[in-house]
């Protein structure tokens, strides 16, 4: 949790974060995922300055269980003073004990923010999905979090003035706007109409741009002119010589030996790699997400 201090902005951990998307895939079913097309209304973890403390994070604690369906789960908050945010036993259930920093005692619309990811993590323990190392296993939890419907609270508690910064979460704001802008493209979403804080609108604005720029990268046929020139200059090289893998470039050349050159490069909706005959314009479909690709390979 950033309070006060400097907020990172970027994407210093995007290759993790799509790692992520992809483990998420894979672990839950393109089914599952579809299940999950409604994000956490507003009005369901609403916290109001008026309401009891303990009895609203216990309130909101239960709204998130149900949301990530884990009806067997039973959440038990308390507030104690902390370095981080939040903390949460993941034990074998069905009770886990969450712990969020005395801050939110007087900061109590960020609780639905800190509960969302806590509860993530004990969503994620029972699927046994996890990243090796503390910092990408946070990562995959932000970001589960934010695809699954509820990361919009994280970056909303996202503010950041001359005086004073809070963020909560591993991702920076724009990492979370990519990541919520790929939510949306894939349900039709508007989560930005949620936003009360003014700078998470911006870091989703900057996050919608780097995702709609995967769906545009060669060999899809939405590249821009630069990038399909780029890919043909690359392409004739890789069929008059051996293909040489460019770390630059999200598509990568490979030999076939029975039959034409291939070219893989990365669904922009999962980031699963996608491997097909370099033969002109075709349909593409991930086995993964079943989006169909437009490509001119």
Not at 168 to 174: Q, R, V
Request: glycine residues 6%.
């Amino acid at each position: 949790m950033a309070n006060g201090g400097p907020v990172e902005h970027g994407y210093p951990h995007l290759e993790t974060v799509r790692a992520a998307i992809t483990a998420l895939y894979k672990r839950l079913s393109y089914d599952t995922i579809q299940s999950f097309s409604a994000s956490v209304a507003p009005a369901d973890v609403a916290f109001c300055d008026t309401d009891d403390l303990h009895l609203g994070a216990q309130r909101v604690a239960r709204e998130l269980v149900r949301h990530y369906r884990l009806p067997d789960a039973r959440m038990i908050v308390g507030f104690r003073e902390m370095t981080h945010a939040a903390n949460v036993e993941l034990a074998a259930g069905p009770e886990y004990f969450v712990e969020l920093n005395d801050r939110f005692r007087s900061h109590r619309r960020d609780i639905g923010a800190a509960l969302a990811h806590e509860v993530m993590h004990v969503y994620l323990h029972r699927l046994d999905l996890s990243f090796p190392g503390t910092r990408d296993n946070e990562i995959l939890t932000d970001t589960a979090t934010t695809y699954l419907g509820a990361g919009w609270l994280l970056l909303d508690a996202f503010r950041e003035d001359a005086a004073s910064s809070q963020k909560l979460g591993y991702l920076t704001p724009e990492e979370f706007g990519y990541v919520l802008a790929k939510r949306a493209l894939v349900f039709g979403e508007d989560p930005s109409v949620w936003f009360t804080s003014p700078q998470a609108y911006e870091a989703y604005t900057r996050g919608m741009a780097m995702a709609r720029r995967d769906e545009q990268q060669p060999p899809l046929t939405a590249a821009g002119w630069a990038g399909r020139r780029r890919y043909a200059r690359d392409r004739r090289h890789a069929q008059d010589h051996s293909p040489v893998p460019h770390p630059e470039t999200p598509y990568a050349f490979t030999p076939d030996g029975r039959g034409p050159l291939r070219v893989s490069f990365p669904c922009p909706t999962c980031q699963q790699r996608i491997r097909v005959p370099v033969k002109g314009r075709m349909r593409a479909r991930c086995g993964l997400c079943r989006t169909v690709l437009e490509c001119d390979t």
